[in-house]
């Protein structure tokens, strides 16, 4: 029993170190497991409303080349 006591007092940083290790380690893991329900609602597929497509209007110069004319002589 002395030798055990002996080796306790010589290690006891060591044991200090891998406590704080799990205790930190437990920790994590309790907001991990915490956190799982909230990524599960805020990953969750939500419909999107129907949205009406707006004519947009074109400047006359893009207007100009965008014709059939323009684009002809670069596709023969």
Known sequence: MD?????????????LIIALILIF??????????????????NEVKPISEVEE?????HPSVMAYTNEDFDD????
């Not at 380690?25 to 956190?35: E, F, K, P």
């Not at 707006?54 to 074109?58: D, I």
Request: charged share 20%.
């Open 25 to 42: 380690a437990l920790i994590g893991y309790l907001v991990d497991a915490s956190t799982i329900n909230d990524r599960k609602i805020k």
């Open 3 to 15: 030798a055990l006591i002996d080796f306790l007092l010589n290690n006891y940083i060591w044991f």
């Open 54 to 58: 707006e004519v947009q209007e074109v």
């Open 73 to 76: 002589p670069l596709m023969k």
